[in-house]
């Protein structure tokens, strides 16, 4: 079975650091890129970033280009989001998904989220 | 970027009702246009591709159709597990940009 698990919960104070990851399995970690999405308490969709498994550069939406790094370890078929330093506004469900499609234009398996929390 | 706009922005329906959900781009998308449902508490499950082709294990109750810049979700006789979030998505430009409509929510009247 084609699958994302995604780590557990995260509970921060304001500057800390924190990795999340996204392990893939059940498909050929290099064949797909995976795509990180966003969502805060009750709002929508918000696409992030992608990231290569075979090490060409990320690539991020303007937005979050500086704020986050994505990355990934082919070797143990697991992609990463990451930040240097977090804010009370990262408080939100993170999605990752494997980008699929004829011309990689969507994402056709999603993890299960993993909901970070960001309070003093 | 390219924008899309969703409407209703809330559909009020029973169980066993058509719904019919709408996505319009800012500019035309061809037919490179994704759907998405999403309960409360999950994540985002992929329903159509290319505009109007059944994601796999999707029931045939679920259709989509339309290309250029407007698009539409239909379900045709609404089950009570279809009550939701629905999203419609594209790719555009290179370096790429995805994105998502702001959502329809399909609740039970």
């Known amino acids: 079975e084609v699958q994302l698990e995604q780590s557990g919960a995260e509970v921060k104070k304001p500057g800390e650091s924190l990795k999340i990851s996204c392990k893939a399995s059940?498909?050929?970690?290099?064949?797909?890129?995976i795509g990180w999405v966003r969502q805060m308490p009750g709002r929508g969709l918000e696409w992030m970033g992608l990231v290569s498994p075979n090490d060409t550069q990320p690539i991020y939406r303007p937005s979050f280009q500086g704020q986050v790094t994505l990355s990934a370890d082919r070797s143990i078929s697991t992609a990463y989001l990451q930040w240097s330093s977090v804010k009370a506004s990262d408080t939100a469900i993170y999605y990752c998904a494997r980008n699929w499609g004829s011309g990689g234009e969507l994402f056709d398996i999603w993890g299960q989220g993993t909901l970070v929390t960001v309070s003093s | 970027e390219i924008v899309l706009t969703q409407s209703p922005a809330t559909l009020s329906l029973s169980p066993g009702e058509r719904a019919t959900l709408s996505c319009r781009a800012g500019q035309s998308v061809g037919n490179r246009l994704a759907w998405y449902q999403q309960k409360p508490g999950q994540a985002p499950r992929l329903l159509i591709y290319?505009?109007?082709n059944r994601a796999t294990g999707i029931p045939a109750r679920f259709s989509g159709s339309g290309s250029g810049t407007d698009f539409t979700l239909t379900i045709s006789s609404l089950e009570p597990e279809d009550f939701g979030f629905y999203y419609c998505?594209?790719?555009?430009?290179?370096?790429?940009?995805?994105?998502f409509g702001p959502g329809t929510k399909v609740d039970i009247k």
């Open positions: 059940g498909y050929s970690f290099t064949s797909h890129w």
């Open positions: 290319d505009s109007s």
């Open positions: 998505q594209q790719r555009s430009g290179w370096p790429p940009i995805f994105t």
